[in-house]
């Protein structure tokens, strides 16, 4: 079954360490992107790539890192830089051409859950 | 940026009662999607709708682009609707999404 696979569902860090969120899609999608949650909240955009080895940053890439050096994977690295890394991650994927033509449906995977004790 | 307003912000329905979620959006975009979120946190797709009317059994969704705004239909609601539905938009120029703030269901039983 195509889909975008995210991992660990849950993960506990201490403080000051950088973790890194798995994300991989079968969709032979272009695009991927990163949004963050917090509690009673909205999605925010953190990163997103249209294309392998290129990306840009989103409303609130402080404290993150991403890479995109295969068209199937976007991992995020939360760094020790980030002030409040407690949340929920959640990774997308879209079909984009590069002339951008073409519906840009978002599609999600389940989300990772990450606090920092 | 572009501001994505939805409204109402909670909304308590018995079951069977129909009602309509707002999005307000404050700049020209080129797509639109609805999602619902349900407890475990999955996001799913609702509808893609740039504009015009769409159905799917009982929900309905309507985007008017040139007045910046979309509409999300919930008919004979159940309880299985509970979660929070987000309308999404992607701005004219840009290839993000900016999802709005949500609006909160409850339907009983």
Redesign the interface.
Known sequence: DGGITQSPKYLFRKEGQNVTLSCEQNLNHDAMYWYRQDPGQGLRLIYYSQIVNDFQKGDIAEGYSVSREKKESFPLTVTSAQKNPTAFYLCASSFRTLQGTGANVLTFGAGSRLTVL | ?IQVEQSPPDLILQEGANSTLRCNFSDSV??L?W?HQNP????I?LF?IPSGTKQNGRLSATTVATERYSLLYISSSQTTDSGVY?C?V?PSGT????????TRLKVLA
């Open positions: 940026g080129n797509n999607q999602f475990w946190g999955q996001l797709n893609y987000f999404a992607e290839y993000k999404y900016i999802f709005g703030t949500g």
